[in-house]
C-alpha cells in the first residue's frame, strides 16, 4: 500500500480491491495512517475517484484501530475496468458536508423540523443531506427535505 501526502485535501493511496465471498461487496481497505491528516472521528463521507475515474462519494467507515473501508460497487468495476485482486489507486477528497439550501431553509422557516433534525443522530443527518442533495431539481430537494422532517398531519 503506498500513501500520497495530501494536495487540496485529498489523499491518494494504492489498495487492493478485495471481497470476502462472492455474495458480499467489494471493498477497499486503507489504513488509519493515511487518513490521519483528516483526524476522522467516525463514519465520513468521501468523493472518490478509482484509477482516475470519478465513481461517487463513499462512506469510509472504521474497521478497527488500524484500517477504514469502503465499498466498491459492481457499477464502478464495470467503469474504471477493475476486478477482485486488482490493485488501484485511490484518490479521496472530504464531500462538503453543507446542508443543501433546500434543506437549510426549512430548518431555519420550520421549529418544528429543526427539532427534528436535531433528534436525528449524525449519521442519519447525513443521509437525508446526501438524500436531499442528490436530487436534480430545487423542488424535488425541498420535497424530500420536507416529508423527512415534516411528517403530515394524521388523516380526519
Keep these: 500500500m503506498t500513501v500520497t501526502e495530501p494536495a487540496n485535501d485529498s489523499i491518494t493511496v494504492n489498495a487492493t480491491i478485495a471481497r470476502k465471498q462472492d455474495d458480499l461487496p467489494r471493498f477497499v481497505v486503507i489504513p488509519s495512517l493515511a487518513l490521519a491528516p483528516w483526524s476522522l472521528t467516525g463514519t465520513t463521507l468521501v468523493e472518490v475517484t478509482l484509477d482516475d475515474v470519478a465513481v461517487a462519494r463513499r462512506t469510509v467507515k472504521r474497521w478497527d484501530a488500524d484500517r477504514w473501508f469502503f465499498n466498491i460497487t459492481q457499477k464502478d468495476c464495470a467503469r474504471t475496468g477493475c476486478k477482485v485482486g486488482d490493485s488501484v489507486s485511490i484518490t479521496m477528497r472530504r464531500a462538503s458536508d453543507a446542508l443543501p439550501a433546500e434543506l437549510e431553509a426549512l430548518l431555519l422557516k420550520d421549529a418544528a423540523a429543526a427539532r427534528a ?5 449524525p449519521s442519519r443527518q447525513r443521509m437525508l443531506r446526501e438524500h436531499v442533495a442528490a ?3 430545487a423542488a424535488t ?10 411528517p403530515s398531519p394524521p388523516p380526519e
Excluded at 433534525?117 to 443522530?121: C, H, K, P, R
Excluded at 430537494?141 to 415534516?150: D, F, P, Y
Design 117 to 121: 433534525w436535531q433528534q436525528f443522530t
Design 135 to 137: 436530487a436534480r431539481h
Design 141 to 150: 430537494r425541498e420535497r424530500r427535505a420536507r416529508r423527512a422532517l415534516c
